[in-house]
C-alpha cells in the first residue's frame, strides 16, 4: 500500500455528507490518495462509509500501516481551516518543513487559520457545496464520474444546499448536479439517504439519545431579539457523544419555524455547538462558530470547544451575536479621527518631533506628494533618533513601511481586528474616489471611546492561544524532561517559567538546537540556584549586572536564565542598561521576531505559545524582521546576524526590515562598532554554516566597503566558492587536527591585498596577538617553494624519489590554515596528490629512534644527533626504510658505517 500511494486525502472532523462526497470526488481527481475518513456523528453516513470500504480499500480509519515516508501530497477538501482538520504529527512535520504538495478544494470563507502553504493548489468557491466545487474541477480536467460516485456526491450537494433551498445556494451548485445527472446520478438514492436523516422534518425518527437531548431543548429553547433579528437557542447535556446531534438541531428549528438556531450539547470532555440559519444574509452562523474555533458557512456550521459550561458558552455565544449585529449600526465614517494630521516623507525627525509635540500625538502617518500614506512614524522612535543626533535624517528613514489600512467602506470589526491582533496601533483609511489619499485614522483611542458608549456595538474577537506542547516530541527526551521539570520548580517558586528564543523557533522549523534560554518572571537568579540545587550541581554562575545566570547540568547542557527585563541603549552602539519588565517588554528588546517568542513551561498552560509580534507568520513565510525601526542604530552587529539567519535558515530579509539597513548603513552606522565587536561578527560569518552566501549578502549591501575598501573590491564571491569547496575537500580527509576556519578565510580574502592594506584592516579588527601577518608570510614562502618545485620536476613529477622529502621540509612549519589555502592553489590533480600525502601521512611522520637508541649506539649527544634524526624521517618519507624500529636501528648502524 505504501509503494502505491504518495498522497493522503482528509477533511474536517465529525464529517458530514459534503465532507464525504469530496473525498470521493478528490481520490477521482487523485487516484494516488489514500482516503482518511475521520467519523461521523452522522449515523446513516457511518454505515455508508463502513459498506463502502468493502469496495474501496483505499478509504482507512487510521494511517498507522502507512508508509509516511512516501506520502508527498496533501489534499484537504470541504474545509481551508488547519484547525480543523486532524493532521498526523508525520505529515504535519512535513507541512511545517514546505515538503508536501498541498491541494484544497472547499466553499467556505477565508478565516486566521487557513493553510499557509508555499505549494498550495487553493480550488476555493463560495457556493452551496464542497461537491459542487470538485464537481466542477472534474469535469474540467476531463475524469468520468462513475454513477455510484456521482450519487455520493449528490447527497452532499442536496444536504449542504437543504435540497436547493438554502440562500447560499448557487448556480454553481444547480451547474453540479446538472453534471451529475449526465454521469448517471440516481436521485432515488439521494431520495433514500435524505428521506432517512429527513433534515428538517417531524418524519425522522430519532434515536433514545438523541431524544433526549431533544425533549431537553424543547425545554430550554429561548427566543432572543436583536435588532430586527430572531434567534433561537437551546442547551442540553449528555454522559456521552450523541450521534446525528446536528440533526436534533434541524428537528428543533422545523419545530420552531426559526430562521435561525444554535443548539448546544455538553459532553463529559467539551461541548457541541452547531448553527443553522435559512438565509445567507440574516445570521452568518459559519462567522459565529468560527469565534469558537469551529467552521461551516452562512446557513450552517458547527464547533467543538473543550472545557466549557453550558452557561459560559451561551453567554459568549450571546456576546458574539449582539456584537456581530449591532456593528451594521456603525460605520468607520463615525468612528474614525478626521481630518488627520500627516507627515511629508520629506520632513527631517526634528520636524516630526515638533508636531508631536504640538498635537500630542504618539504617531503620525506619513504621505507622499499625492496624500497617499506611505508609513506610520511613531512619536518614541523619532525622539529616540534626535536623541542620537540624528535629527536632520528624513522620516522615511525610520517609519514603519509595512501596515494595514482600510478603504472607507470596511467594516469597523476589521479596524479592530487590526489593532487588537497586531502591533499596529494606528490604522489609516483611505477614500478610493480621492486616489485612495488618507482622510482619517482609526486608533486605539477611538475604540476605547465607542466601547465606553456601548460595548455591544464593538465586534467580539475571540483568539485562541497556540499551543506547541505537540511539538516537544522533536526533540531529545533529555530536553523534554528538563523543560517539564523547570515548569514544576517555577510552580513550587510561584514564577512563571517560559522557554523562549532560538530554541522554540528551531522547535517549530524542526530544527536541533541545544542552546535552552529560560526567562522568569519574578526572581530570575534565585531561580536559577534552586534549579542547580535540583539538578545537584555547583551554584549558577550569576551575571548580577544583567540579571541572568548560568546552570550547567551534570549531562553538560548548559542552560542560561534570565529574570524578564527591559533592555535601552543610551547612545547608538552602546551596551545597553537592563531594569526590570515583563515578558513581553523582554521579547521586544531582541534582535528579530523569529527569536522574540515563548513558551509557556509551568504545568498551567504548558506548551502555551505567547507570539506577541506575529513571530510564527515570519517563521512560516521565513522573514527576518526586526521589531523596531531603530533596531541596527541601537546595535549595527544585528546587521551582520541578519544575514546569518537569513542564510542559515532559507529565509529572506522583509522589505521592511532591508530599507533599515539601508538608511543605517548609509549614515555609515558601523564605523561606530568597535574592531572587537565588529571583527567578531566578521567571525562569526566566516565561521557560519552558509559563509560563502553570507559573504555575498556583505558585497550586496557593500558593507564589506564600508570596513575597507579593497575587502569589497578584492574579496570576490569565485574567490570565497573556491575556498569553501577546498575546505570541504579537506575535511573529508578526516585529519585528528583542527582548523581555525576563519583564519583559513581572512588569509585567502587578504591574498590580493597588499602589506599596508593588512595592516589597516587587521588594526581596524583589533587582532593582536594572532598574528595573521606571519601567517601569511608563511604561505606566501611555500607557495613560491612549491611552484619552484613542480616546475623543475615537470611532467616526471610522480616519478622524483625526494620530492616527497621536499614538500615536508617546505610545509613542516606551515600552519594548517596555510597549508589549506595551498591546496586550493595547487588543485591539479598531482601537486594535489603529492599535498595530500604530505598531511594525510608524513606531516606528522618521526623515527622510532631516540636519542637513547644513539647513544647505546655510541653517538655522542650533540648536534650529531639532529643529522642522523634527520636522515631517518628522510629515509622514511621516500620509502627507503620500514616504519618498524629494528629497521631504522639497521639503517642508522649502515649510516653509521
Not at 212 to 240: C, G, M, P, R
Not at 296 to 324: C, D, K, N, W, Y
Not at 506 to 530: F, K, Q, S, T, V
Not at 613 to 619: A, L, M, N, R
Amino acid at each position: 500500500m505504501a509503494v502505491e500511494y504518495t498522497g493522503i486525502i482528509i477533511t474536517h472532523n465529525n464529517a458530514d455528507a459534503d465532507a464525504f462526497g469530496s473525498l470521493i470526488g478528490a481520490s477521482l481527481l487523485h487516484p494516488d490518495c489514500l482516503i482518511l475518513w475521520p467519523g461521523s456523528q452522522n449515523l446513516k453516513l457511518q454505515n455508508i462509509v463502513s459498506e463502502l470500504r468493502a469496495k474501496k480499500p483505499h478509504i482507512l480509519y487510521s494511517l498507522s500501516k502507512v508508509d509516511m515516508n512516501s506520502i508527498s501530497k496533501l489534499v484537504v477538501v470541504d474545509t481551508h481551516a488547519i484547525t480543523r482538520v486532524n493532521i498526523p504529527v508525520p505529515l504535519l512535520e512535513k507541512y511545517t518543513r514546505n515538503e508536501l504538495e498541498v491541494f484544497i478544494y472547499d466553499h467556505h470563507p477565508n478565516s486566521d487559520h487557513d493553510f499557509k502553504a508555499p505549494r498550495a493548489n487553493t480550488f476555493v468557491v463560495e457556493c452551496g457545496a464542497a461537491c459542487s466545487v470538485l464537481t466542477h474541477q472534474l469535469y474540467k480536467q476531463g475524469v468520468s464520474i462513475p454513477p455510484h460516485d456521482a450519487n455520493f456526491m449528490a447527497m452532499g450537494i442536496y444536504e449542504d444546499t437543504g435540497t436547493f433551498m438554502y440562500t447560499g445556494t448557487t448556480k454553481f451548485d444547480f451547474e453540479a448536479a446538472a453534471m451529475l445527472m449526465s454521469n448517471g446520478l440516481d436521485l432515488s438514492h439521494v431520495y433514500d439517504y435524505m428521506h432517512d436523516r429527513t433534515v428538517g422534518t417531524r418524519n425522522a425518527p430519532l434515536s433514545e439519545d438523541a431524544n433526549n437531548v431533544y425533549h431537553q431543548f424543547v425545554q430550554s429553547a429561548k427566543l432572543y431579539k436583536i435588532q430586527d433579528k430572531e434567534i433561537w437557542t437551546a442547551v442540553a447535556s449528555s454522559d456521552h457523544e450523541v450521534r446525528n446531534f446536528s440533526a436534533v438541531v434541524d428537528y428543533l428549528r422545523e419545530e420552531k419555524g426559526a430562521k435561525a438556531i444554535f443548539g448546544i450539547c455538553v459532553f463529559p470532555r467539551n461541548a457541541v455547538l452547531v448553527g443553522r440559519c435559512t438565509e445567507r444574509c440574516y445570521v452568518d452562523v459559519g462567522e459565529i462558530c468560527r469565534q469558537f474555533g469551529g467552521g461551516g458557512h452562512a446557513t450552517a456550521a458547527s464547533a467543538r470547544i473543550p472545557s466549557v459550561t453550558s452557561i459560559e458558552l451561551q453567554e459568549r455565544l450571546l456576546g458574539f451575536l449582539v456584537s456581530m449585529i449591532k456593528q451594521d449600526e456603525i460605520s468607520l465614517t463615525s468612528l474614525m479621527t478626521t481630518p488627520v494630521v500627516t507627515l511629508s516623507s520629506t520632513s527631517t525627525v526634528d520636524d516630526s518631533c515638533q508636531v508631536f509635540l504640538n498635537c500630542n500625538l504618539k504617531r503620525i502617518p506619513v504621505v507622499d506628494h499625492n496624500k497617499q500614506c506611505v508609513g506610520v512614524l511613531d512619536r518614541a522612535i523619532a525622539e529616540k533618533v534626535k536623541r542620537h543626533q540624528m535629527g536632520s535624517q528624513a522620516v522615511s528613514d525610520y517609519m514603519e513601511t509595512i501596515y494595514s489600512s482600510l478603504s472607507l467602506n470596511a467594516l469597523p470589526s476589521q479596524a479592530l481586528d487590526i489593532l487588537l491582533t497586531t502591533r499596529q496601533r494606528l490604522v489609516p483609511i483611505t477614500d478610493m474616489s480621492k486616489k485612495n489619499a488618507i482622510i482619517g485614522v482609526v486608533t486605539r483611542t477611538d475604540i476605547v471611546k465607542m466601547l465606553m458608549e456601548d460595548p455591544s456595538r464593538i465586534p467580539v474577537l475571540q483568539r485562541n492561544r497556540e499551543n506547541v506542547r505537540g511539538l516537544l516530541q522533536r526533540i531529545p527526551k533529555e530536553h523534554q524532561q528538563f523543560i517539564i521539570n523547570a515548569g514544576n520548580l517555577g510552580d513550587s517558586l510561584g514564577c512563571k517559567v517560559y522557554v523562549v528564543g532560538g530554541f522554540v523557533r528551531d522547535l517549530i522549523l524542526n530544527r536541533p538546537n541545544d542552546d535552552i534560554d529560560l526567562i522568569i518572571e519574578g526572581d530570575g537568579i534565585g531561580y536559577a540556584d534552586a534549579l542547580a540545587e535540583k539538578y545537584g550541581v555547583s551554584k549558577a554562575v550569576h551575571h548580577g549586572q544583567f540579571l541572568t545566570a548560568v546552570v550547567t547540568l551534570p549531562s553538560g547542557l548548559k542552560i542560561d536564565v534570565c529574570t524578564a527585563r527591559l533592555e535601552y541603549y543610551p547612545t547608538p552602539v552602546a551596551l545597553p542598561v537592563v531594569e526590570l519588565s515583563s515578558l513581553k517588554m523582554d521579547l521586544y528588546r531582541r534582535d528579530f521576531t523569529i527569536n522574540a517568542i515563548a513558551m509557556h513551561v509551568n504545568n498551567q498552560g504548558f506548551g502555551d505559545l505567547y507570539d506577541f509580534f506575529d513571530s510564527v507568520d515570519d517563521i512560516n513565510h521565513g522573514f527576518v524582521s526586526v521589531l523596531h525601526s531603530l533596531s541596527f542604530v541601537d546595535d549595527p552587529t544585528r546587521i551582520f546576524r541578519a544575514i546569518r539567519f537569513e542564510q542559515r535558515y532559507g529565509f529572506k530579509i522583509s522589505p521592511h526590515t532591508d530599507r533599515l539597513i539601508r538608511n543605517a548603513l548609509k549614515i555609515d552606522i558601523l564605523s561606530r562598532l568597535t574592531g572587537g565587536r565588529l571583527f567578531h561578527e566578521i567571525e562569526k560569518i566566516l565561521c557560519d554554516e552558509q559563509p560563502v552566501a553570507c559573504w555575498k549578502r556583505l558585497r550586496h549591501y557593500n558593507i564589506l566597503g564600508s570596513i575597507h575598501p579593497s575587502l569589497q573590491s578584492k574579496s570576490k564571491p569565485e574567490i570565497m566558492e573556491k575556498a569553501s569547496e577546498t575546505l570541504n575537500f579537506f575535511y573529508q580527509l578526516k585529519l585528528k587536527h583542527s582548523i581555525c576556519v576563519w583564519k583559513y578565510y581572512l588569509l585567502v580574502l587578504l591574498q590580493h591585498f597588499s602589506d599596508a592594506e593588512v595592516e589597516t584592516l587587521l588594526e581596524r579588527f583589533k587582532i593582536t596577538g594572532l598574528d595573521m601577518q606571519e601567517i601569511r608570510r608563511k604561505h606566501q614562502e611555500a607557495r613560491s617553494t612549491l611552484k619552484k618545485l613542480f616546475k623543475e620536476v615537470g611532467e616526471g613529477i610522480a616519478n622524483e624519489p625526494h620530492l616527497p622529502h621536499h614538500i615536508w621540509m617546505c610545509l613542516k612549519d606551515v600552519p594548517l590554515e596555510a597549508f589549506v589555502f595551498l591546496l586550493m592553489e595547487f588543485d591539479l590533480p598531482a601537486p594535489r596528490g603529492l599535498l595530500v600525502t604530505y598531511v594525510t601521512t608524513h606531516r606528522d611522520l618521526n623515527p622510532s629512534v631516540t636519542g637513547a637508541d644513539l647513544k647505546a649506539l655510541g653517538l655522542k649527544p650533540g648536534p650529531q644527533f639532529g643529522v642522523v634524526l634527520a636522515r631517518v624521517r628522510e629515509a622514511l618519507i621516500v620509502g627507503d626504510v620500514a616504519l618498524d624500529k629494528e629497521s631504522q636501528l639497521q639503517f642508522v648502524k649502515n649510516l653509521l658505517g
